[in-house]
């Protein structure tokens, strides 16, 4: 009877939905969205509808223009998030196991995370000039500090037990930081990534905003100054899809890193 209770309050915790409820919201808000447009006077200026959007999509895809600025930002974006999470990962787990690195490490990220890295982007411009190495590098340290602080945070947290296990099988330092605390820190890792992606969207906006001819910040930026709505959601449409696009992915490899959760 005791038993039979306590099941049925967790019940909540252990239910499955299935994969299509997440999708049938999603389309009863573009439902709603559309029907809003149609039947409502609100001009599309103010708000284009769904079909619009998807249209005028159709078209600066055929036309080459939605292709040329995409591939500039996944450029931009794809090299800023690898740079960045790498040297994340890799100095979050040096301040994470040694105890000098932490003593010099630990003082300066939390000195320099809390400046908002979109007011480094004019002095980044100034040192490095408007090229594609400015808009790299001010990706890069936006993904850095979430990683670092997320590595670190997930190297303290490794069992004790684990590493002593390990010392006293004479492993090596660095075969216990790879079989080890790596593993270990990995779930963490992967939050501090998922974190990284999205202010890496936010970056890359506003350094395509503020000097890029290309990129979907750009296209953003210019067909806002230009007053047509629709093109500019379209730009917000592919900034979405992009960030779809790097949760699933970092889902698809935490996976598979982490198959023994």
């Known amino acids: 009877m005791y038993r039979r209770e306590v099941v049925n309050r967790l019940a909540f915790i252990d239910t499955k939905l299935p994969g299509w409820v997440s999708t049938l919201s999603l389309i009863g808000l573009i439902v709603l969205w559309e029907a809003v447009c149609r039947v409502s006077s609100v001009p599309e200026l103010y708000l284009p509808s769904p079909s619009a959007i998807v249209v005028t999509s159709w078209d600066m895809l055929a036309s080459g223009e939605l292709l040329t600025n995409a591939t500039a930002s996944l450029y931009r974006i794809g090299w800023g998030f690898v740079i960045g999470s790498a040297a994340g990962i890799l100095l979050g787990l040096a301040t994470g196991f040694f105890r000098l690195a932490e ?54 947290n490794v069992d004790p037990l684990l590493i002593k296990a390990a010392v006293a099988f004479r492993a090596s330092r660095l075969s216990i930081i790879r079989k080890v605390i790596l593993p ?77 959760r």
């Open 103 to 156: 003593a010099v490490g630990n003082p300066l990220v939390h000195a320099l995370y809390p400046i908002p890295k979109i007011a480094l982007l004019p002095l980044i411009i100034l040192w490095l000039g408007i090229g594609e190495l400015s808009k790299v590098t001010i990706i890069s340290l936006g993904v850095f500090f979430p990683v670092i602080i997320n590595t670190y945070s997930g190297v303290k």
């Open 184 to 260: 270990g820190a990995l779930p963490v890792i992967f939050a501090g990534l998922k974190l990284a992606a999205g202010t890496s969207l936010l970056l890359l906006v506003a350094a395509e905003m503020i000097a890029a001819k290309e990129g979907i910040g750009a296209m953003i930026l210019h067909y806002g100054d230009l007053m047509l709505t629709t093109k500019l959601m379209v730009g917000v449409l592919a900034l979405s899809l992009l960030g779809i696009a790097f949760n699933y992915s970092l889902n698809w490899l935490e996976k598979r890193l982490i198959s023994w």
